[in-house]
C-alpha cells in the first residue's frame, strides 16, 4: 500500500503553496499576462508578423524563480549562480514536500528515498551561453537534466533511485508512474516525484509560434470551437 505524504507547489500569478495552488483553480483565476521583462524584452526580439508575434506575448510565469536558499543545501554562491533555476526549485520543493510528509532531515541521510524527475526544457543552456557565468566550472552541471534530478539526492545524502525523465508534455506523469512503481516494488522506502518547467528563452516559444501552435490571445480553449492554440505555462510541483 502507498500512503501519500506530503507535497510543495509553485505555479504562475503568485500561486506559492499548496493552498493558493487549489483557490487559483477553484476560483478559476486567470494566470496568463505578457512576458515580463525579467525574463526577456519583447521589443528587442527580431520583428514578428502578426499573429505570430501576440503568440510569443503570452504566458503563465511563475514569480521569482531564480532565487535559492543556497546555503541550506550546502551550495556555494559561486555553483548557485551558474545553476538551472529548475534545479533550484526542485530542490527547494523537493524538500518541502518530504518536510510536510513529517520526515526530518536526519532520518533521510542514507535512506532507500527515491527522486522521481520530470523535465524537458532545457533553456538554460541559451541563458549560460551568453552569461559570465557560463565560463564557469559549474556550468556543465548547472544545465544537465541528468544532474537536476542528483541535486536532492546529492544534498540530503538519499541512496534510492534517481532519474529524470523527458517524455515532453507527460514528463511529469512519467515520473510519476515510475516512482509509483518503485514503492510498490520495495526499490525504495520514500519515492519524490516532481515535475518542472520554465520559460528562460524566447526561442521554443518563437518557434511554436510560427508554426501556429501556440494561441494568439494567450488563452487555452480546450475542445471549444473557439480554439486557437495552446498557452505555455510554467510551474514546479513535488510529492512525496
Known amino acids: 500500500k502507498v500512503q501519500f505524504g506530503g507535497m510543495s507547489a509553485l505555479f504562475p500569478a503568485g500561486a506559492v503553496n499548496t493552498s493558493a495552488v487549489r483557490d487559483m483553480a477553484a476560483t478559476g483565476r486567470d494566470t ?4 515580463p521583462i525579467a525574463r526577456w524584452d519583447l521589443a528587442a526580439q527580431p520583428f514578428l508578423p502578426e499573429p505570430i508575434a501576440s503568440r510569443v506575448r503570452h504566458g503563465g510565469f511563475v514569480l521569482e524563480c531564480s532565487l535559492i536558499d543556497n546555503a541550506a543545501f550546502g551550495v556555494s554562491p559561486a555553483e548557485a549562480a551558474a545553476m538551472d533555476p529548475q534545479q533550484r526549485l526542485l530542490m527547494e520543493h523537493g524538500y518541502a514536500a518530504l518536510h510536510d510528509s513529517g520526515v526530518n532531515r536526519a532520518a533521510l541521510s542514507g535512506s532507500l528515498t527515491g527522486i522521481f524527475l520530470g523535465i524537458a526544457a532545457n533553456d538554460y543552456q541559451a ?29 540530503l545524502g538519499l541512496n534510492g533511485p534517481c532519474m529524470s525523465f523527458d517524455t515532453a508534455c507527460s514528463a511529469a506523469l512519467s515520473a510519476a508512474h515510475t516512482g509509483l512503481r518503485a514503492l510498490q516494488n ?14 528562460l528563452s524566447p526561442t521554443v516559444g518563437t518557434s511554436f509560434a510560427i508554426a501556429g501552435m501556440t494561441s494568439a490571445s494567450g488563452r487555452c480553449l480546450t475542445f471549444d470551437n473557439r480554439a486557437n492554440g495552446y498557452c505555455r505555462g510554467e510551474g514546479c ?3 512525496a
Open 32 to 35: 496568463v499576462t505578457e512576458v
Open 127 to 155: 541563458v549560460l551561453a551568453t552569461s559570465p557565468a557560463g565560463g564557469s566550472v559549474y556550468a556543465a552541471t548547472g544545465s544537465s537534466m541528468s544532474i537536476a534530478s542528483g541535486r536532492l539526492s546529492y544534498a
Open 186 to 199: 520495495a526499490e525504495c522506502s520514500i519515492g519524490v516525484v516532481s515535475g518542472v518547467t520554465l520559460m
Open 237 to 239: 510541483g513535488s510529492v
